[in-house]
């Protein structure tokens, strides 16, 4: 256990936004945007160093920020977090796909990644040939895919359709074959990201029998997943990824148990670390949407809750103002704010819209997003997340749903004049 | 176990991850443990390729032929373009088998690397397999217009002297250029789309200035030697003198066009290493 397999230092990975968030570029793009100067042509052609005065325009992002932790030989350590805190990325980067910005891994053995099961499955080729292609290409050798065929071939019971192109296959049984060939790989560490998700109930069973299997026979394995039961019965220890960071390392219980009922509190959240896919245009892209409680309880019709927009701005000056409208169940807008119009740099933006307690009854609501520009243009509009304001409770003997749309703490007084008239109309109720 | 450990930890590591920076190494010793990667991406692409077709592999002998006949028809009986003493249609098509070669090599290695973007953003080995691999794959059609030439020489009485033994070299120049071309533009049209149209267009004018259709022979020197700064243009007449057995030897050429062939070769793949870090965000 104590020997390291595995070392990760200050690993961090950074994309630029500038001009790569619609997927490529075209030459016309990188024509006009040096405006024609041939040593920045040259420069944009082979990549790499970036033209320093440049660089302080561009916007970027940190998918990884000085990750580091080490995995023992032999550990199974699992890699959890949110949608886009840079799980895939971390293991990509281990994996060698793609290269760190900054910081140095050593992995002391051989590496066997399983970030999709069937990558590189031909349709046109049978499951037969896919054994040997798929098998090459995660890393087992030709003679090793021979020895062990027959075992790939029942594992994945699909004995009687091996020599049928893939392509007729069902999707089920395309992926038992996949994650077959994948099972039966033996290198001394290996990487997977989330392939559990596959195939049925039982298939997904023998799965993580095979996992276990082969976490036992002193593999060292590093396991990126949503699934928490299956990290805590596999895993012995948790790397809890936060937005690219490290937010917790350690033992399988403790940090699963914490990141659960961080998840619980916070689920009226949306986010989208990987500028290519998120929602907007070569204007602004969204970059975060989030409804947060005052504290770390529950929001309720009482307790006061904040909105935050982020999102990555690419204009070059603009001046731009973020909005908000709320609705509830019905459909019907509850109320509409904007922030105040501002002047803006390229660069990632948070805005923030404070909602005061005793506003809101209780029901469950949605957000739509506006980003606007010179208070006019509106440059993107999003419906986001739902969040839930909950009931209290209350100090009357009404239980009932609390009728209207808002519910809001008015100050009432009461003035009460006793008369006789009055005296007597309660005893005529009374009489009746 | 413990033993077991304490051997891992002594070794170095397999793998070091960190970022690097400007012209790297090819890393062909890596390349080399890949080999077995290499063969089976190649038998992929020779199986699939004919794959859900009504005549299959004979589109290999289709396309030199048609070419042939066309230009046998236009340029040699028509026009009248000299063939250095041999029958023009022996001439057009052991220049278009050559330069089909080529070319089917150059066009589907530029686009090999964007066809396996869904390889490259999954898995990890030496992006290089992927363009050699396609440059390789295109030996088995050659191999059948090959066979093709060889029936028309038969039919037209002409036998392969002694020079034949140089003929594995010029094969080997059309496939160095293929390559070097390919790998410029594979990695390329990673960042820059641009080149899935830039490649038909650079293809057909390359053959304009290439003598498929026409002899060198017509060209004086020392204009013949700068001519083949083209490389392709040494490979086809080598291959027309080592096979077919043309009357002159241009050596200038062939000396000339190798040089330009492994130029090509050498700064191709150097440009796709430094361009390879880039390849799995940006693809």
Redesign the interface.
Known sequence: M????IEVEG?GKR?WLHG?TRG?????D?VSDVAGKPAQWARA?????KNPARKEEKAHFWALKDVSFDVG??EVVGIIGRNGAGKSTLL????????????????????G?L??VG??F?P??TGR?NI??NG???GM??AEIERKFDEIVAFAEIEKFIDEPVKRYSSGMYMRLAFSVAAHLEP?VLFIDEVLAVGDAAFQKKCLGKMGSISRT?RTVLFVSHNMSAVQSLCTRVVWLNRGQVHEFGDTRAVVSRYLQTAARSASEESWPDPENAPGNDKVRLKRVAVLPFDDRPITVETPFRIEIEFWNLLERATLNTAVEIFNHEEICVFSSFSRPQEMTPGSVTAVCHVPGELLNDALYRIKVFLVRDAREQLLIRDSVNFEVHDVEREVAYFGKWTGVVRPALRWTVDAQPDGIESQRQSVTVER | MTTNVNAAAMTAPRAIIRPSRGWVSLRLGEFWEFRELLYFFVWREVKVRYKQTAIGAAWAIIQPLFTMLIFSLFFGRLAKVPSDGIPYPVFSLSGTVIWTFFANGLSQSASSLVDNSNLISKIYFPRLIIPVASVLSGLVDFAIGFMLLVVFMIGNGIHPTGRIIWLPAFVLLALASALGAGLWLSALNVEFRDVRYVVPFLVQLWMFATPVAYPSSLLHEPWRTVYALNPLAGAVEGFRWALVGTKYTPGSMFVVSAVMAAAALLSGAFYFRRMEKTFADLI
Request: aromatic content about 8%; proline content about 2%; hydrophobic content about 35%.
């Open positions: 104590s020997a390291r397999i690993i994309y790569r490529y570029r075209t030459l016309r990188t052609m082979f990549g790499g160093a030989h032999g990509k980067v281990l994996s060698r796909i793609t290269e760190p910005t900054t910081g140095i891994a050593k992995v002391y053995g051989r590496v990644s970030l999709e990558t590189g031909h046109e080729l040939e040997f292609l090459s290409i995660l050798r030709k001394e002193g």
